[in-house]
């Protein structure tokens, strides 16, 4: 079993709970205009262009052991942070068999599992995956036809399979990237703040301030960025959402 990823990052401490080493796999259904990994979006190898005119190959053909073994090469750690392995990308089920293959093996070790995740997937996989994944970390990127025009993808099938994952008993924390001016509208905050109250078993909702990293490595990419002219938001900007959220009497908001 092998899978396309484009880079294993260890010592992670913003992918779930701990220390932990975060797979991320190549392959996106989606088209975010914010996106901060379009190294991610195609299932194959791309050429990055570095500042200096030399050029680097992103992705990489692996298998499950080789992935394992660095996964495991960090257990210490987890092991006195709470930490684990988390799968990211891209979206982790779009491989969905070497995600199933991965998760499978984290567990047999012992290991927490999270998934970090559009939600943009056939809803068979996600209950494939689900006995082995101990924390989703879901997108909950705009909503109404403003999803389709930042994501190039409706929000139904993401809001059935939020849907039918809280249901079924996962663990899940809400991740809401916040883009000033563009998806931070008074019905997008509105709609998380309903979430908040549709499914009360949200172990937290978290706000992901737009950080515009996605535009050098768009060019670095030789594609053109979609948010050229947005800048990061200063923390007044940050603090006016969550004043909002509290306002609409969301409780479990912080910032990610
Ligand atoms: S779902 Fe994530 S990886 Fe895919 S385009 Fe959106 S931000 Fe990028």
Not at 119 to 122: D, I, L, S
Not at 152 to 155: A, E, L, M, W, Y
């Given at each position: 079993m092998q899978g396309m990823i484009f880079v294993i990052q260890r010592a992670?401490?913003?992918?779930?709970?701990?220390i932990r080493t975060t797979v991320f796999l190549k392959g996106c259904p989606l088209r975010c205009?914010?996106?901060?990994?379009?190294?991610?979006?195609?299932?194959e190898p791309e050429v990055f262009y570095n500042h200096d005119g030399t050029t680097k190959l992103v992705g990489k053909l692996v298998s499950v052991e080789e992935v394992m073994a660095e996964v495991l090469a960090d257990r210490a750690y987890y092991a006195s942070s709470g930490g684990g392995a988390t799968l990211s990308g891209g979206e982790p089920l779009a491989q969905s068999a070497f995600t199933l293959a991965l998760l499978k093996e984290c567990k047999a070790q012992g290991l927490h599992t999270c998934v970090e995740t559009c939600?943009?997937?056939?809803p068979e996989r996600f209950q494939a995956v689900l006995p082995y994944v101990d924390l989703f970390l879901y997108d909950y990127k705009a909503t109404g036809p403003d999803h389709r025009r930042y994501t190039?993808?409706?929000?139904e099938l993401i809001l059935a399979n939020l849907d039918a994952l809280y249901k079924a008993g996962a663990k899940i924390i809400l991740r809401c990237p916040l883009v000033p001016g563009i998806n931070d509208s008074s019905e997008h905050l509105r709609a998380i703040a309903r979430l908040e109250r549709e499914y009360p078993e949200l172990l937290a909702i978290e706000i992901m301030a737009y950080h515009n990293l996605g535009n050098d490595k768009a060019k670095r990419l030789r594609r053109k960025p979609a948010l050229p002219g947005i800048a990061n938001p200063p923390q007044s900007t940050v603090q006016a959402w969550l004043d909002v959220l509290a306002e609409l009497g969301c409780r479990k908001v912080r910032i990610g």
């Open positions: 992670s401490l913003h992918d779930g709970p701990g205009q914010w996106c901060h990994n379009p190294e991610s979006w195609s299932f939600g943009h997937a056939a190039g993808v409706s929000q």
